[in-house]
């Protein structure tokens, strides 16, 4: 899944990886170090921690709506980061994916599956999510008709 701040018009993520279960939560970034560029990490948890990590990462508390509630930007290692009220879940990436202008609380950001008619035809795709539609190749009818409907 794509996921982009519907608040700015712009890409934050080309994957994201959920992380889901009580121990893979728990052990945070341990062992997985700073996510690479492009990609974001989805803690389906409120409270997030730095323990293992090796660099800063950026992080992001979400409420249910995916509506930015906390944000920390430059997070250090071997760090708890208590749950801001209202949080359901934190989205982790590198460090300096999250700058100023490109999110800030208050933000509301938008999953952008790969087979919605938005991207396939390139409807209602902001400019900054243009040079992706372009990437991807053709989502063939069937899967956006669905078994046996039409797209109409």
Do not use: C, Y
Not at 9 to 21: D, F, I, K, N, Q
Not at 52 to 61: E, I, K, L, Q, S
């Amino acid at each position: 899944m794509i996921l982009g701040n519907a608040s700015r018009g712009a890409l934050l993520a080309r994957e994201v990886v959920e992380v889901r279960g009580f121990f893979s939560r728990l052990r945070g970034l341990l062992g997985r170090g700073a996510p690479p560029d492009g990609t974001a990490l989805l803690f389906a948890t409120p409270s997030f921690h730095s323990f293992g990590a090796r660099a800063p990462v950026d992080v992001a508390f979400l409420d249910a709506r995916l509506r930015v509630v906390a944000l920390v930007r430059s997070h250090r290692p071997r760090r708890p980061a208590l749950p801001p009220p209202g949080a359901t879940s934190v989205l982790v990436a590198r460090e300096g994916s999250f700058s100023a202008g490109r999110l800030e609380v208050g933000d509301l950001l938008e999953w952008v599956p790969l087979t919605s008619d938005r991207v396939a035809g390139g409807a209602g795709i902001p400019p900054e999510f243009a040079h992706l539609v372009k990437e991807l190749p053709p989502v063939p009818p069937e899967i956006l008709r669905g078994q046996g409907g039409d797209t109409e």
